[in-house]
């Protein structure tokens, strides 16, 4: 169900034409942080807490079980209580005075290059975020780049230097006077405000239910469902769902890692918000738009009948055009996997890691390393690049008489 959202929206921006043209992405921003460059490096390389204002949480992914995480997940908490996730990679880390980073979800790669450069006793810390992005995308990514840039950089500059730097920030900004707030709330606000204008459209609901009878009772039906490493075997996409805890959310979430059959690799983020039998909820955090799906299970003669129902909402053009026709898809391919999992007795591959081992497993004892530095997620991209999509008109072959205009984020 964390994959199912994500499997609709897929569909409907299928339908977006594919951009011709390209232009570049640069964008750029420096500060002077009155520390030394060592001090300024542990703090991006080995942040003892998170930046105040950010709303940032970083996650390191494994791609598949039984490998060392490889991959980090930005997750950005929104105004709204919702989730931008980006998914980035460490490419190069020369201490102490280079990282390099890489987008690795989204159709372009996007680098984003941070240096440290050592001034008597100060340092000036440069980033440069550069990349592609399509030919009808307009100034307003590159402001937001520029921006989640200079609140990151800001932020890292009032951490480091304490409540005088609000002023000095704001100087080098040129921005006027700046009162008791940081200035890099400042900016944070902007960006929320921002992210927010993009993401306005008409909506249209979305909801249906599809049930299914299982030859397998209720209970093992349950832990089945509750166990993350069955969305793996039900959507061969996924590639490995992380339990995390992210500030601002009182329970843990699920990160899903993806690769769609192009390669490209994305995350999505998704709540159980209830979960007590037998019923389960579960609310996508990722999704432009609002969206849950409610599990039911309810006991029958010969096993247990298991229904889903969705909920959601989806931009106007791209639901008129397909009504709740690929959401029923969707729900019936999910559930007939399902049911075929529980009736053959397929168990999910314990990773040994967590100490869930399958019988008769005993791997060779082992001196476990320690685990790889998180970097702030000063170091990565932003998790979101706004973009709109331009007016699509359907060819003639298409059986559409209105074009429509969807919203995508790159």
């Not at 980073?101 to 000036?124: F, H, K, Q, S, Y």
């Not at 606000?189 to 239910?209: K, R, S, T, Y």
């Not at 738009?289 to 298991?306: D, H, W």
């Not at 559930?335 to 060779?364: K, N, S, V």
Request: proline share 13%; hydrophobic share 40%; net charge negative.
């Amino acid at each position: 169900m964390r994959n199912l959202l994500r499997g609709l929206m897929g569909d409907q921006l299928l339908r977006r034409p594919a951009p011709e043209q390209r232009q570049p992405l640069d964008v750029h921003h420096r500060v002077l942080i009155n520390r030394d460059r060592s001090a300024v490096w542990d703090e991006l390389v080995t942040p003892s807490a998170p930046l105040p204002g950010e709303d940032l949480a970083l996650v390191p992914i494994p791609e598949a079980p039984h490998e060392s995480p490889t991959a980090l997940a930005v997750l950005w908490r929104r105004p709204n209580g919702r989730l931008r996730a980006g998914l980035g990679q460490v490419v190069v880390a020369e201490p102490p005075g280079l990282v390099v980073t890489r987008a690795v979800d989204g159709p372009a790669p996007i680098t984003l290059t941070t240096t440290l450069e050592a001034v008597d006793e100060a340092c000036i810390v440069d980033q440069r975020l550069s990349g592609i992005m399509p030919g009808h995308a307009t100034e307003l990514r590159s402001a937001f780049a520029l921006l989640w840039l200079q609140r990151g950089l800001i932020g890292l500059k009032e951490r480091l230097e304490g409540g005088s730097s609000t002023g000095q920030a704001a100087t080098a900004m040129d921005s006027g006077t700046v009162g008791a707030e940081p200035y890099s709330a400042r900016l944070g606000a902007e960006i929320a405000a921002m992210d927010a204008e993009v993401g306005q459209a008409a909506l249209v609901p979305i909801a249906h239910d599809e049930a299914i009878e299982l030859a397998v009772p209720p209970d093992v039906l349950w832990g089945l469902l509750l166990d993350p490493g069955c969305e793996p075997l039900i959507r061969p996409h996924t590639l490995s769902v992380t339990r995390v805890v992210v500030p601002g959310f009182p329970q843990p979430v699920h990160v899903a890692l993806h690769e769609g059959d192009d390669g490209r690799r994305s995350v999505t983020v998704s709540q159980v918000t209830e979960h007590v039998p037998p019923r389960i909820v579960e609310r996508s955090l990722t999704s432009e738009f609002e969206s849950a799906v409610m599990t039911q299970i309810e006991p029958t003669t010969g096993g247990s009948r298991l229904t889903e129902s969705l909920v959601a909402f989806l931009p106007a053009g791209a639901g008129s055009l397909s009504g709740a026709g690929p959401a029923a898809a969707l729900l019936r391919a999910r559930l007939e996997a399902i049911r075929r999992l529980a009736e053959a007795g397929i168990q999910p591959p314990r990773d040994p890691r967590t100490g869930f081992l399958p019988p008769g497993f005993e791997p060779p004892p082992e001196t476990p390393a320690p685990p790889p530095p998180v970097p702030s997620p000063v170091l990565l991209p932003p998790p979101h690049l706004p973009i709109t999509v331009p007016e699509h008109r359907p060819r003639r072959n298409d059986n559409v008489d209105e074009a429509f205009l969807t919203w995508g984020m790159l």
